[in-house]
């Protein structure tokens, strides 16, 4: 019953900012547990931020203090702010959602490709 959709990605030069959107179609849970991941070719998916109904919030190292996860419960809709990006943030970003924090990430949008130059 739970269905994301990403937007907002594309390609930025170094240094830039970029905002990832996820709109979640969502008939069953209301602020739900949400969180980012990413992807680079050859490597495995990685963690980059995580925020929980409450709205406390958990970043990977590599990101902490240049990108911030926030979410609009009212639009339904999961945020993720890049700032100062490098080459090592180019990846497909996965937008991912779970019961609560207790529950594996189980609902997944398409994906977005950012890519930094």
């Known amino acids: 019953h739970v269905q994301l959709v990403e937007s907002g990605g594309g390609s930025v030069q170094a240094g830039g900012s970029l905002r990832l959107s996820c709109v979640v179609q969502?008939?069953?849970?209301?602020?739900?547990?949400m969180g980012w991941f990413r992807q680079a070719p050859g490597k495995e998916r990685e963690g980059v931020a995580h925020?929980?109904?409450?709205?406390?919030?958990s970043y990977t190292r590599y990101v902490k203090g240049r990108f911030t996860i926030s979410k609009d419960n009212g639009k339904k809709t999961l945020y993720l702010q890049m700032s100062s990006l490098n080459a090592e943030d180019t990846a497909m970003y996965y937008c991912a959602a779970r019961r609560s924090c207790y529950d594996a990430y189980e609902y997944w949008g398409q994906g977005t490709q950012v890519t930094v130059s």
């Open positions: 969502d008939n069953l849970y209301r602020r739900i547990p």
């Open positions: 925020i929980d109904r409450d709205g406390s919030t």
